[in-house]
């Protein structure tokens, strides 16, 4: 079973930027998807975006695509979520979870809804604001 761990939130000023990691315990097979979700005081968890184990494919929810940017780095195990220009409404817990599947329609990967993910990290608070 595969263990994640967030780190890299903090306090970020509106227009800034701020990158946060997703370190993977265990071997990441290539199908795997790895996605981000967050969740905002008082709000439901929501999905920000996916990144298969290859490393090669992404998707983004709409309110985050050309801002915040999923990354993989297999030497380091690690996926990253780079957030750039953030806004005062991307305060939120952010967590990685893992699903043991991809799903491509027409080449997409498909990120899902978080009932289909496997396991969770604890989860890293960001606050943007100035």
């Known amino acids: 079973q595969l263990q994640l761990v967030e780190s890299g939130g903090g306090l970020v000023q509106p227009g800034g930027s701020l990158q946060l990691s997703c370190k993977i315990f265990?071997?990441?097979?290539?199908?795997?998807?790895i996605a981000w979700f967050r969740q905002a005081p008082g709000k439901e968890r929501e999905g920000v975006g996916c990144?298969?184990?290859?490393?090669?494919?992404?998707n983004y929810e709409d309110f985050v695509k050309g801002r915040f940017t999923i990354s993989r780095d297999r030497t380091k195990n690690m996926v990253y979520l780079q957030l750039s220009s953030p806004k005062p409404e991307d305060t939120a817990t952010y967590y990685c979870?893992?699903?043991?599947?991809?799903?491509?329609?027409?080449?997409?990967?498909?990120?899902?809804?978080?009932?289909?993910?496997?396991?969770w990290g604890q989860g890293t608070r960001v606050t943007v604001s100035s």
């Open positions: 265990g071997s990441l097979p290539d199908y795997y998807t």
């Open positions: 990144i298969n184990g290859a490393g090669i494919s992404t």
């Open positions: 979870a893992f699903r043991s599947l991809q799903r491509l329609i027409y080449g997409t990967l498909q990120c899902g809804t978080e009932g289909e993910y496997d396991g």
